[in-house]
């Protein structure tokens, strides 16, 4: 679903914003400091509920302001959704067409928005829950019953855990053991499926973006020789010890390989970044391969921490990625390989459509 407009009231440094977007492509330009990221991330809120930066809503006012305000319309030739997000110092709200939702779920499926910005590296660097949000995002927008699955996991699991914490422990967790195995294996399911139909696209991309083929793995979060049931059982006394479930889809990871070997700590920093661009990218591509609608990708000062080279080698595959590009920059010349677009200026939070 493709993003027409925004309306950004009160938001960092942003007092009043009004954007009608390309459909295929957007480049936000201004100095350090002038508002272009704070834009990247009222359009990453509208999509998912949440900020990229921060995970306090309060740190999402301007100075001196009690809300915030973000509202899209996010559609296609036959539809049209008017999404909202609401902030206060300590709670967001969640509107769809003028219905309060209480799931961010409901902004997500309506527009689907994914971020490269300088800090992309941590998707490698970082330990494993930010790679389970990455994985889960993909598989959350082609598999229908994933969320439910997640939903009613995630459940039970902080039900088991309040029980191993109180005075039954493992005694007392059984009764939450069936749901947690049967949803449980729901959810490496359709993580494993996902990750077949994703692999060949990592292969594409690792070839033209780092010279080399990555090889992708899901670890689901239990030993491999064991059934999650037989996991489940096997850790049970040490669970009642340590008062939390320490098997399951929840301590999943995706490992990835270069000739073998792991490569998370043997890359530097702008190699982590193109890796992280490749994944990110390569969802972009399985997206489009199974018809599903052009999600909205947010670049985020593409240049920093990338030499020439990697810059250019990075644009011209996002050029040729089916998706909605709202890109910042300091300047137009680091992203004139980018197809034909509408031009934004920002200056101390004030913006201007230039072209």
């Not at 930066?53 to 973000?70: E, I, M, P, W, Y």
């Not at 069936?178 to 993580?191: L, T």
């Not at 920059?329 to 034909?340: D, E, G, H, K, N």
Request: charged letters at 25%.
């Amino acid at each position: 679903m493709l993003l027409t407009k925004i309306d950004i009231e009160r938001f960092r440094c942003l007092e009043s914003a009004q954007l009608e977007f390309n459909p295929r492509c957007n480049v936000i330009v201004g100095t350090n400091g002038s508002g272009k990221t704070s834009l990247l991330e009222a359009v990453f809120l509208l999509g998912s509920g949440h900020s990229f930066r921060s995970h306090q809503t309060n740190t999402l006012l301007q100075h001196g302001a009690d809300s915030f305000q973000v509202v899209g319309k996010v559609g296609g030739t036959l539809t049209l959704d008017v999404l909202g997000v609401l902030g206060r110092s300590d709670s967001r709200e969640f509107w769809v067409n003028g219905r309060a939702v209480r799931s961010a779920a409901e902004l997500a499926i309506r527009l689907p928005v994914q971020v490269i910005d300088p800090e992309v590296h941590r998707l490698i660097e970082d330990g494993p829950n930010r790679r389970r949000q990455f994985f889960d995002w993909g598989v959350f927008h082609v598999e229908p019953q994933f969320h439910d699955a997640w939903r009613r996991y995630s459940r039970a699991l902080r039900q088991r855990n309040a029980a191993l914490r109180n005075s039954g422990g493992a005694s007392s967790c059984h009764i939450w053991d069936q749901e947690i195995i049967e949803q449980g294996i729901k959810v490496a399911n359709f993580r494993d499926r996902y990750l077949e139909a994703l692999k060949p696209f990592v292969c594409e991309l690792s070839e033209k973006l780092i010279g080399s083929e990555v090889v992708i793995e899901h670890q689901r979060g239990w030993r491999k020789d064991l059934e999650f049931e037989a996991a489940l059982m096997a850790n049970r006394i040490r669970d009642a010890a340590q008062g939390n479930t320490s098997v399951g889809p929840h301590r999943a990871d995706l490992v990835l390989k270069i000739a073998g070997a792991a490569i998370r700590d043997r890359i530097s920093r702008g190699e982590q970044k193109m890796l992280a661009c490749v994944l990110i990218l390569s969802q972009q591509l399985h997206r489009a391969s199974i018809g599903a609608p052009p999600a909205c990708l947010l670049l985020d000062d593409p240049a920093a921490e990338l030499d020439v080279d990697n810059l250019g080698k990075l644009l011209s595959v996002v050029a040729q990625i089916p998706a909605q590009l709202i890109v910042t920059t300091l300047s137009t010349q680091a992203v004139q390989c980018l197809p034909t677009h509408r031009l934004f200026h920002v200056e101390h939070g004030n913006v201007k459509a230039v072209a």
